[in-house]
């Protein structure tokens, strides 16, 4: 069998990942027992190892074109659980990347047109937040149903930025200094949980600083292999790279990631959350009543920011009684755009992982996590009839929240 190059753009370029990268699994098969594919599967193919066999056999020209090779590509939910597992830092996530944009520059991958359009708002964060006005009106008023729809009051016109402005101006703390990334569904969807945590990072006294010119991170692009990486990130990283500030804080896992790829050996990146967790936040008082709160860590926090976990400290102060879900390390079945491209393997996965849900303690139980793509997937369990209990879906940093009545009171 005689193998085409697959790795040229129509331009010509060459996208493939670098050879030594390809090279550097040693096929331990450490990371099989992670892998959420593998495990649904059971197919070599299906796992790290494979993917990665399959890649480096086409690089060296030993395996000619195959469409199988895109679809155990397409597979991956990209959760980088292999990473973490893997005892020779095999860096899949950066191949996967790689792999993902070739095969779409090539087009043995065609993300659809809804997909591209997004892609294309996300970019134009102007555009997209008018675009999407009528669904966050929408959504304040809950008649905006999908399955993976949170409950939420979005602010429908206010921006995170004014809001921000106006209650610095209204707190004046002097603490250390954040720049917060607003991000592109956050904002324009889920923008109450940007006003959430403004509320939570002036309430623990910590100046906040929303740089004008941000856009999106560039996760969506990356997650979908759609063009345009490279010029988000260079808008990070002019937005953010000559910031006077303690940190440049992220409340979404994934959005954190893709910053933090942007702004690598120019400015480091945090998860809200962990940076809280070492100020040791200001606590809500404890909650009395049959309330309980299960926590799941998002792969993008763990296996791809590389932090341990949602800090002890932090959940603590929430007030609740919590602890982590079953499984939580685990992936949910997201994977940035997984759930709507591969709908049957994310609600597959989502099902092993959620079904303690319909057993667990608790009145009303709360599912809590640190990305909102995370939330818009477990939402889909309730929405989907995976679990068949009523269940909240929050933002661990909504469980912090002093509330809007600290919008017209004066930090003490
Ligand atoms: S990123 Fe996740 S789904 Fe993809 S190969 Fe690694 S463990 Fe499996
Ligand atoms: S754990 Fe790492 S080295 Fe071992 S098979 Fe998986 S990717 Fe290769």
Known sequence: MTASNPHTTAKGECVSPDQDLLASCVHCGFCLEVCPTYKLTGDENNSPRGRLRLWREEAEGRLAYDSWTDFYTS?????????????????????????KHEHVATNRSKPGFLLRMAAALAARPTLFNATMLPARLLRTLGLLKHRFLFQGRPAALQSTANYAQRLMSLHQPN?????????????SLFREINFATIRVLIENN?????????????AFQEHTGIDGVDELQQRSRQAFGTLNVDAIVSNSSGCG??????????APVRDVLSFLG?????????????????????????????????????L?????????????????GSGGVYNIQKPENSREILARKSEFLNQAAGDPVILATSNHVCMMQWNSARSGGLVNRPFEVRHVIQLLDPGEKFEVQRRS
Request: charged content about 20%; glycine content about 10%.
């Open 257 to 266: 990631l893709a910053l933090g790829k942007a702004l690598k050996g120019v």
């Open 75 to 99: 597979e991956c939910v990209g959760c980088l659980a292999c990473e973490s597992a893997c005892p020779a830092n095999v860096p899949y996530g950066e191949i996967f990347e790689k792999v």
């Open 175 to 187: 603490g250390p200094r954040v720049a917060f990334l607003t991000g592109c569904l956050m904002e």
């Open 316 to 332: 603590d102060a929430t007030g609740y009684q919590w602890e982590l879900a079953p499984q939580a390390r685990d992936c949910c």
């Open 206 to 218: 910590i100046q906040v600083v929303i740089p004008p010119d941000q856009g999106c991170c560039g």
């Open 278 to 314: 070492e100020i040791g936040p200001v606590s809500r008082p404890l909650r009395h009543d049959d309330a309980r709160v299960y926590v799941d860590l998002p792969c993008h926090l763990i296996h791809g920011q590389k932090v341990a976990g949602i800090p002890k400290s932090v």
